[in-house]
């Protein structure tokens, strides 16, 4: 996990890699770069390193579980 404060009186903000988001989710990376390709993932590119804004990431994962939860109960 990386944290990074962009100024010392703003909040922490924690970043993930590719391989904590896989674990968290108990899938493989490939999956995470599949739905972080199909747009599905919002995430930062750090020079050549790819990481996930933890925030960010559970609001677009909420709002997959939401849209699914609709299509499966109509």
Same mark, same amino acid.
């Given at each position: 996990?990386?944290d990074k404060t962009t100024?010392?009186?703003?909040?922490?903000?924690?970043? !993930?890699?590719?391989?904590?988001?896989?674990?968290? @989710? =108990?899938?493989?990376? +490939?999956? %995470?770069?599949? !739905?972080?390709?199909?747009?599905?993932?919002?995430? @930062? =590119?750090?020079?050549? +390193?790819? %990481?996930?804004?933890?925030?960010?990431?559970?609001?677009?994962l909420d709002a997959i579980?939401?849209?699914?939860?609709?299509?499966?109960?109509?």
């Open positions: 996990m990386i100024h010392d009186t703003a909040p922490s903000t924690t970043f !993930l890699t590719q391989e904590e988001v896989a674990k968290m @989710l =108990r899938v493989s990376q +490939r999956h %995470v770069a599949n !739905l972080q390709r199909k747009g599905l993932l919002p995430y @930062l =590119r750090l020079g050549r +390193r790819v %990481v996930y804004e933890r925030t960010r990431l559970m609001k677009a579980t939401a849209r699914t939860a609709k299509e499966v109960l109509g």
